[in-house]
């Protein structure tokens, strides 16, 4: 199976940045569950650094060695295939030797250098785009990456446009213009709902439209969609108002499973 199906649903989904290792292993638990009980293709998400904090305060998470060894043990215990951000073109050879997923920042998705090298390691590559770019700018990242050599596959990622200064939209025309470049389309279900930096040193947003949106995206083509997920979202040390509480996604996974059949 392609890592990045168009034939048949799959999703994105763990913990915004990681925690700790009884984190990873307690959503893993429930994703490995999921996508054995509904056979459906799970990636394992989290972040090792998030770099792009809206202050120097916030949690950053373990680092990239320590991070990267708690998702091998992820890669190696579960058989899920993982995935996590990569900021700069210095981390990502030793990046690639763990994950099976590279991901562009949505902040960092006009980073040249950072294409060249992801197609340096033939690994998949998943960009998000940026909240400043329109849906066909989308089809130049796609290039830098082909560009650089790699036929791995991509998936694209929306996760809303910025819309004035305390808010993001998702303009449903991405899925066809985005779908156009020939790489999988995905749906940020989670981070298209943020208020970025509404609570001054950190970002606020409203999770309880993420199900309206999501099934909206899949009803229109979304070939998969992307959750952040957590047991308890208001401990949760990054993205805690956008967070999916861990025990809903099935109940979710289970709706679009059924719009995805209807639309197929």
Sequence with gaps: MSMFPKDKFFIIAGPCVIESLQLLET???????????????????S????????????????????GLAMLNTIKQKFSLPVLSDIHTPAMIAEAAKVLDVLQIPAFLARQSDLYIEAAKTGKALNIKKGQFMAPAEMQQA????????????????ERGSFFGYGDLVVDF???????????????????????????????????????????????????????????????????????????????LVKDMLKVYACVH
Excluded at 27 to 45: G, N, Y
Excluded at 48 to 65: I, Y
């Design 27 to 45: 959503v893993a638990t429930s994703l490995k569950m999921l996508a054995q009980k509904l056979d459906i293709h799970v990636i394992f998400k």
């Design 47 to 66: 972040s090792f650094d998030k770099a792009n904090r809206s202050s120097t305060s916030g949690f950053r998470g373990p680092g990239q060695a320590k």
């Design 142 to 157: 796609l290039e830098k990456f082909r560009s650089a050599g790699s036929l791995a596959p991509v998936a694209l990622t």
């Design 173 to 251: 025309r991405s899925i066809d213009i985005m779908k156009e470049t020939g790489a999988a389309y995905i749906f940020d279900a989670t981070h298209s709902m943020q208020k970025p930096a509404a609570l001054k040193n950190k970002s606020g947003g409203d999770r309880k439209y993420l199900r309206s949106l999501a099934l909206a995206q899949v009803a229109a083509g979304a070939h998969g969609v992307f959750i952040e997920v957590h047991p308890h979202p208001h401990a949760a040390k990054s993205d805690a108002a956008t967070q999916l509480p861990l025990a809903d996604l099935e109940p």
